[in-house]
């Protein structure tokens, strides 16, 4: 189950954890946040009544698992061990995580969209309906203009800084380089 901060406040009762207290809440929204700022999506598997958040397993440690590890198990451990968040597990051969490993590998790389073809085309048509949002496409056109500018920083930008920095780029991009930037209408026409 994916995990998004932004909209927790109205899921947090969707979530398998009760909280005692307000701020037992808040503090898990804030370390939510943290994990979000740090890894990206954050997902949520339950199993056996223990609760595991993990992140995204990447391409390059996909790699690592499969030529390294040449047995399931060392290979399952190891991509637990990689993305689970918490909680820390430092040995999964435990008879009490007996069964646990196998699951929790399984819904990483699930989520990560490696065993399913329909899992990245989801992914890529919801990154595609993203950028058709105007403010989306903004920090990508800046950052064709002024390339030494991390796109992370242009993404933490207020609006204003943005706009401004937009329309230089824009103009930047039409009259040094000579390219012609669509607008919306015109960009639904091709």
Known sequence: MLIDPSLLDDKVKELPIEFETYEEEV????QLRIWHEKYGHIFMQEIN???????????????????????????????????????????YSLD???GVP????????????????????????RWEKHMEEVENQLPLVIKEAFQDIPLSEIESWTMAKT????????????NIRGLKLLGEEENQQQ
């Open 27 to 30: 503090d898990f929204k804030e």
């Open 49 to 91: 009544d223990v609760i595991f958040f993990f992140r995204a397993l990447s391409k390059e440690e996909l790699k690592i698992a499969q030529e390294v590890y040449n047995d399931d198990f060392e290979r399952t451990e190891y991509i637990c061990k990689t993305c689970v968040i918490e909680p820390i597990i430092e040995d």
């Open 96 to 98: 009490i995580f007996a």
């Open 102 to 125: 196998e699951i929790l590998c399984l819904s990483i790389l699930e989520e990560s969209g490696y065993t399913k073809a329909q899992k990245v085309k989801i992914m890529i048509a």
């Open 163 to 174: 706009a401004e920095y937009y329309v230089k780029a824009k103009w930047l991009l039409e």
